[in-house]
Structure formats: structure tokens, C-alpha cells
């Protein structure tokens, strides 16, 4: 079992391009998540997913998008990259939503927008 | 807004001293309070964690302390040693149909040899 796997581990993007991070589970979690993580700052909830079709906002969604057409990918879209995006993303998944359970985190992908 | 606040940024101890990171919430629909350890370049990985209706929950040299009526909680390492040497968050999750967890800022915790 690979867990979560991230890719790429480290990007540089100029301000206005996009990119998708990706993010894939071999653990048959049926959530997912995404964090980033800014220094001192925590880690803060991007975008959620509690099945495949099915997605939410968490508590800072602007400037991104997410989709999750299979169980295992939850990729996530920048459309117009701001230098504020800059921070390490982090893709999670669980079992399930209830209380108790084990959130796994991939590795993390360091953006820079410049 | 902070729903979760943790101190402090930053600690140092002795080998085989006892080191402790403090948490304080708001929210009282918070019912589950994991600790998680980040390691330089690898996603964090749960450490412990603790549900409102236990005071302490120990396993091994980690040992949590939940005080609900203060809405505290922290978390405490026995004999500390060089390999325990990481970022250390605290977070907490409600019923909400997901495990959507807020974070502390983070302990850079160093253990001097």
C-alpha cells in the first residue's frame, strides 16, 4: 500500500497560470481532504470530498477548484495563480467522516507562485 | 478566525525531560482532539488522540490531559528523546459528516542530546 501519494512534490508557477495537484488513495477511503499549510499558520481545509461526485468547501476554497469522478483521485485546480497561494499542500483521506477515525496525509506538494 | 490555539511556537528540551504543548479551543461542538507529528518534508501522522468524555489518555511516553470544562488540552511527552524531535499540531473535529480538522499553529519541538 502506497497510502496517499502527491504529486508533484515540488512546483514553481509564474502568477496567472494554472496547474492541477494530484492526489491519489489506494486505501478505499471513501473522504478526502485538502490542506495547506501556511507557516505559523496551521493547517487550514481547502476543499473536502466524502464520496466519488461529491464536494464541499472548507474554511479558505477561493482560488481553487476540486472534482472526484473516482473513489481513489482528488485532484485540485488552480486556475489563476496569486503569489498568496504560495504554501505546501497536503492531500488527506479517512475511512470515514465519524469520530475516532484516522486521517493519512500524503507527503505534500511545496508551491511557489512568483 | 483561530478556532484552535496552540502554545508555544517553539520549545526546546533536555534529553529525558518532559515536554508539554498546550491547546485551547472554542468551538464546544469539538468532540475528538488528535494530536498529530510532522517530520521536515513529510506529511503529519497521528500521534494520540482523545475524545471529551476521558480526562487523560496515555500510550507510551505520550500522554494527553483534556480539561473540558477549560476547554484545554495538551499534550505531554515523557523522557523525551532527540528522535521525538518534530512539529507537533494539535487539532479538533465536531459531528459534521466529515473529518474536517482545525488546526493549531503548530510546536517546533527540539530535543537537545
Known amino acids: 500500500n502506497a497510502g496517499v501519494t502527491q504529486t508533484p512534490k515540488f512546483r514553481i508557477l509564474k502568477i496567472g497560470q494554472s496547474m492541477t495537484l494530484q492526489c491519489a488513495q489506494d486505501m478505499n477511503h471513501n473522504y478526502m481532504y485538502w490542506y495547506r499549510q501556511d507557516p505559523g499558520m496551521g493547517l487550514k481545509l481547502i476543499y473536502y470530498?466524502?464520496?466519488?461526485?461529491?464536494?464541499d468547501k472548507g474554511e479558505v476554497p477561493n482560488g481553487y477548484n476540486v472534482s472526484r469522478s473516482t473513489t481513489e483521485d482528488f485532484p485540485l485546480r488552480l486556475e489563476l495563480a496569486a503569489p498568496s497561494q504560495t504554501s505546501v499542500y497536503f492531500c488527506a483521506s479517512s475511512y470515514s467522516g465519524g469520530r475516532d477515525t484516522e486521517a493519512f496525509f500524503g507527503q505534500g506538494t511545496r508551491l511557489t507562485v512568483v | 478566525q483561530q478556532q484552535v490555539k496552540q502554545s508555544p511556537q517553539s520549545l526546546i528540551v533536555q534529553k529525558g525531560g518532559i515536554s508539554i504543548i498546550n491547546c485551547a479551543y472554542e468551538n464546544t461542538a469539538f468532540d475528538y482532539f488528535p494530536w498529530y507529528q510532522q517530520f521536515p518534508g513529510k506529511g503529519p501522522a497521528l500521534l494520540i488522540a482523545?475524545?471529551?468524555?476521558?480526562s487523560e489518555k496515555k500510550e507510551g511516553r505520550f500522554t494527553i490531559s483534556f480539561n473540558k470544562s477549560a476547554k484545554q488540552f495538551s499534550l505531554h511527552i515523557m523522557d523525551s528523546q532527540p528522535g521525538d524531535s518534530a512539529t507537533y499540531f494539535c487539532a479538533a473535529s465536531g459531528i459534521q459528516g466529515a473529518q474536517k480538522l482545525v488546526f493549531g499553529q503548530g510546536t517546533r519541538l527540539t530535543i537537545n542530546p
Open positions: 482523545i475524545r471529551p468524555d476521558v
Open positions: 470530498s466524502v464520496g466519488a461526485g461529491i464536494t
